[in-house]
């Protein structure tokens, strides 16, 4: 099989090395990459043992994902900042992805070229750029790389169920959820694929020429299997949860029912991006506020169809496992239990749409033998869709060449976006800066105020309109911005960053005691901030100097 199979995965690595080669001249984005990266001290040290000892008890970015925070200080230790080097590793990291897809297919089938497709498809696939030309999403190509690596070790455990192989696959477990806590359903589906393509199942799954020599049992022995690998997954959760407790939105924020019809309808818009992938942006709006009773109702028909069909189409078990593990690998990422501002992000579907491309290629197959379509026909239908893929995954990479181009990309394909509108701005606000050592140009002001427009309680959006006040003299206007956004900041970082604009501005108007108020409240909030602590001390720079001033000009 190796001999055989150096081809087809030498072509998954130039396919995916075409699509993705211009990521070598990009620098890190402004957006997650300073807290993986380009900002993070720990990081930047490389692999020594105070970063080890750092990434096993950190939850930085609300995560706690060590092997990730040890995959980024590796590429510091070899490459220390050079941002081209760090996309290569992801690519290389994502091409290996695709290697293993087509082996482990090709190994768990016995279809070698239905395997090279579906690998080839999920290596160019633009859905898959936003978590491979991304440096701070190397924690989603990271997980899935050592998800695979579990899967192979349960096939290989399949075999020969022995305890030293099954220790193996839960070593892969722990690096997987180490990495990313995306994968915490990799119990369901190693359950999932007992019943195809294993075909472990004892009275549900039988074998055939095409399965794999494992011996079958009956399905709660299956289960009971599991159990183990269960509660790794459970106390994952647990931490993830425990990391990410500033990160979640309060349910009053977005209640349980717009995230309910968010989650409908993401499930039924992801599989229409899969199939037409044009306007895919790095930022997309919650929208469950804004969908009607019929949008979601038939989003809900769409699901509820479609599962009947599948679950009816019993000589075809791949449509059915395909779309379970959709269904089912999406659901940490949904959004039931909501995380960020995000409704929707394109990097949820890396794992997920696997299924999607494998029930796919296989039913498209299917057809093809009893159509009686020749190997030549299929062979150009597979170049074009993949060359359409490549060409469409090359452009969308081009989007990740700057900050601004992946903030107007995610702008131009999301209407009504906040976020997008802060981060456009404050590009152009910094970019302007640079170049005029203008404050804050009306170009960015717009942008600003369309984000305080589109989210009245948008505390990063008050304080860029209060900034671009303040330099343009406003002063009282800029002092309403800040005590907005002091009032709607959602967590500490925000709420300091206001108090010290609204100290700053009290100073600047002579009013010392109410900036000292501030400061200090700021402080509160982040003991060590640099900024707050200047700004205190050169509060009492000024209090001394009027002092001195007022003590001259007494008699």
Known sequence: MVRSGWLPALAIFAITCLAYYPVIHY????????????????????????????????TAASNWHPLTWISHALDCELFALDAGWHHVSSVVLHAA????????????????????LVAAVFAVHPLNVESVAWIAERKTVLSMFFFLLAVAAYGWYARKPYSTRYAVVSVFTVFALASKPMVVTLPFVLLLLDFWPLRRVENGSKQNEFSVEAPQRPIWELIREKLPLLALSAGSCAVTLWAQKHALKAMIAIPLGARIKNAIVSYV??????????????????????????????A??????????????????????????????????????????QGMADR??????????????????????????????????????????LLRAHRQVTTWESTFAMWTQSLSVSSENYVAEDFVGATILEDDFQKTGQS???????????????????????????????????????????????????????????DLNLGAVSQQVGQYQEARTYFIDGLKLYPLDQELQSALGQLDAAELAQSARTRSKSP
């Open 27 to 58: 620098p890190f984005v402004g957006y997650d990459d300073p807290d993986y990266v380009s900002d993070n001290h720990s990081v930047q040290q490389g692999l020594t043992s105070a970063t080890f000892l750092w990434s096993l008890t950190s």
């Open 348 to 389: 949820y579907t890396y794992l997920p749409m696997l299924g999607i491309f494998v029930a796919f290629v296989w039913l498209a197959s299917d057809v093809a033998d009893r159509l009686g379509v020749t190997f030549a026909y299929r062979t150009g239908a597979a170049v074009i869709l993949l060359s359409a893929m």
């Open 269 to 298: 818009l992801y599989l229409g991006k899969a199939i037409w992938p044009l306007h895919l942006g790095v930022f997309y709006a919650h929208h469950g506020s804004r969908l009607s009773l019929w949008q979601t109702g038939l």
């Open 440 to 498: 804050c140009a009306d170009e960015a002001l717009v942008h600003f105020q369309n984000a305080v427009r589109i989210n009245p309680e948008d505390a990063l959006g008050h304080l860029n309109v209060g900034f671009c006040r303040q330099a343009h003299e406003d002063l009282k206007g800029a002092v309403e911005e800040y005590r907005l956004a002091l009032r709607f900041a959602p967590n500490r970082y925000l709420k300091a960053r206001a």
């Open 97 to 116: 992805n695709g290697i293993l897809v087509f082996l482990l297919l090709w190994r768990a089938t016995k279809f070698k070229w239905r395997s090279f």
């Open 300 to 341: 809900l028909l769409l699901l509820v169809g479609t599962t009947a069909l599948v679950w009816k189409a019993h000589p075809r078990k791949y449509l059915l496992i395909g779309w379970l593990w959709y269904l089912g690998t999406l659901v940490p990422m949904i959004g039931l239990v909501q995380v960020g501002e």
